[in-house]
């Protein structure tokens, strides 16, 4: 049996007929971009505080923390979006959960899609703060007190400087994950673009023409995504501090 190719099929009417499936595919692409940014905002925002929390001398506070990133990176991501859809309503108060059954699309699907990623990443990206603090020399957390800084001054000024430096790298990695994880987000209804393929795919039946339009789209936001940290991680780099020299004892 031969495949029947059709590249024109992205200038042809969609499904909805008012957009071309082209038009389709960059309205899913708009919806993955906006669930990834929204999710890591949470997730740089609540992981940088669980990860500064489980590196405190509070023992209390550590354990909390640690049983955060415990739980939310060991329940996969796939569960999670179905408790914050189909279970989170249920178990509220009547009129909150009624009110968010009531939500109409595609918001009834973004908002939990933003909530699952967003805590699901969080807990990678306390992990990757807290190893980017306990990288640094105890020195300057010594030093940072010697001046007569508090410790939230210490962290503040001192550590989280210095420690988002060291886990630019990873959290390119993990920005690019979030990006690609949005995809999971189909299986709650959210049309995004790994959606809209599918659903390109099912209305034409050119699956190859869909998924690789997709394909190459993701590679290219990825790309794009590389690029950009890059950029910023030589804009904020300190000279002799990553690199050979630290290896050296630079500081």
Wanted: contains cysteine; hydrophobic residues 55%.
């Amino acid at each position: 049996m031969n495949y029947n190719w059709n590249w024109r099929i992205f200038w042809e009417v969609s499904a909805d007929g008012h957009n071309t499936w082209m038009m389709t595919l960059i309205h899913g692409l708009g919806w993955t971009l906006a669930t990834s940014l929204c999710a890591a905002i949470i997730a740089l925002l609540l992981g940088s505080i669980i990860g500064v929390i489980r590196t405190t001398p509070n023992r209390w506070a550590v354990r909390l923390g640690n049983g955060y990133v415990e739980i939310f990176r060991n329940i996969p991501l796939l569960v999670q979006l179905f408790l914050w859809f189909f279970v989170l309503p249920e178990v509220l108060p009547k009129a909150f959960g009624d009110w968010i059954k009531g939500m109409t699309p595609p918001w009834a699907s973004f908002v939990p899609a933003v909530i699952g990623l967003g805590l699901f990443t969080s807990a990678r990206v306390a992990e990757q703060v807290r190893a980017g603090i306990q990288a640094l020399p105890r020195g300057q957390l010594l030093a940072g007190t010697a001046m007569g800084l508090t410790l939230p001054q210490v962290y503040r000024y001192v550590l989280m400087p210095m420690a988002f430096r060291i886990i630019l790298p990873p959290l390119t990695s993990e920005t690019m994950n979030l990006i690609k994880n949005s995809s999971v987000a189909l299986t709650i209804g959210l049309i995004e673009l790994t959606a809209a393929a599918r659903s390109m795919q099912e209305f034409t039946f050119q699956v190859f023409e869909a998924f690789t339009a997709a394909t190459v789209i993701y590679i290219i936001v990825n790309l794009i995504v590389v690029t950009v940290m890059r950029w910023v991680e030589k804009r904020v780099s300190v000279p002799g501090f990553i690199g050979p020299a630290v290896a050296g004892g630079a500081h």
